[in-house]
């Protein structure tokens, strides 16, 4: 069974000249570039402060994928994705609802002022002594204000073996044949969050030594990986999947993995440089393999190029298991 969690009993009166105090001292919750201090004192902090760093922790505790902040008419509430399922965590009181969601797009680093269009931003805490942790957050603006979704990005299982992804012998020989090609094109398919990109890391894993340049560009990068030079894209910087790619060719790679094809200019440059000498991995928005070659042409690849270049596709979803406590 789920415990119970009901942050508005977090919500007390403030001591004496403790918001003053709020501003003065670090609260443990970093943007981007800084570093994740320790979780602050609630004495410390005011009310939607103190219930942003009890929901995080509970999001920690409960291993929850997603954090969806929920505006309503009278009021707003919080749900958890566990295991691919949303479960509403609190309803908590309504007048925190504008402080809190401003609270986390100060941390994110995100425009405040603008509440019409719909923002990315990143954010790391700290929910224990030395455990950084990274949330991607995005905003939607929605007709009784703006909803959140924080990601948590260190919810991936730290074991990053073939064994872990579920396969039977055959694909387990077929995976770790393509993979350890010196060239190719290998592609790993299926729905949002299904679990494309821990394969890749997967692969990366099982790849990773000193006898190989390794290369990723991600957005943004989930897992770091130690040996692995990761680069995350800033398109309003210019630094696109494209961009990062072609950068790539000419630092001498070995492997290189792009999070995700998603145009033109990023599967022409990826297919040329499976072609090239060099092992090449990403994932592809499609339902199952077959539909990946359809894609890629529908893309624009010329399928002559396709067909010299791509190694193996492979298409997955993910499976609820039951709980070995209640089943």
Request: charge should be neutral; glycine fraction near 6%.
């Amino acid at each position: 069974m789920q415990a119970s969690f009901q942050p508005a009993a977090l919500v007390r009166p403030l001591p004496a000249g403790s918001e003053s105090a709020s501003r003065n001292k670090p609260n443990g919750l970093t943007g981007e570039t800084g570093g994740a201090a320790a979780m602050p004192h609630d004495s410390d902090n005011a009310p939607a402060v103190r219930l942003l760093t009890d929901t995080l922790r509970e999001a920690t505790r409960r291993n929850a994928s997603d954090l969806h902040i929920e505006p309503a008419e009278n009021g707003w509430r919080v749900r958890l994705r566990i295991d691919g399922v949303l479960h509403e965590m609190a309803t908590p009181p309504a007048h925190l609802r504008d402080a809190f969601i401003t609270r986390v797009k100060v941390l994110a680093r995100m425009d405040i002022a603008e509440r019409r269009v719909p923002q990315d931003g990143r954010l790391r805490i700290a929910t224990s002594p030395g455990r950084p942790e990274d949330y991607r957050v995005n905003s939607l603006p929605t007709l009784f204000g703006e909803k959140l979704v924080l990601r948590r990005l260190d919810a991936l299982p730290t074991d990053l073996s073939l064994d872990s992804l579920g396969l039977d012998a055959r694909q387990r020989d077929a995976v770790d044949s393509a993979i350890r090609a010196p060239h190719g094109l290998v592609l790993v398919t299926g729905p949002t969050g299904s679990g494309k990109t821990l394969s890749l890391y997967c692969f990366l894993n099982l790849l990773n030594s000193e006898a190989r340049n390794l290369c990723s560009v991600e957005d943004p990068a989930e897992i770091q990986l130690a040996g692995i030079n990761q680069v995350s894209v800033r398109e309003k910087a210019g630094l696109t999947f494209a961009v990062a790619l072609r950068a790539f060719l000419r630092q001498d790679p070995d492997v290189v993995m792009v999070g995700e094809i998603r145009d033109e200019e990023t599967a022409d440059v990826a297919v040329k440089a499976a072609q090239t000498g060099h092992l090449v991995l990403s994932t592809l928005h499609t339902n199952d393999a077959p539909a990946a070659v359809a894609r890629l042409i529908d893309i624009g690849v010329a399928p002559y190029n396709l067909a010299a270049a791509l190694r193996m596709v492979t298409a997955q979803r993910l499976v609820r298991r039951l709980c070995t406590a209640c089943r």
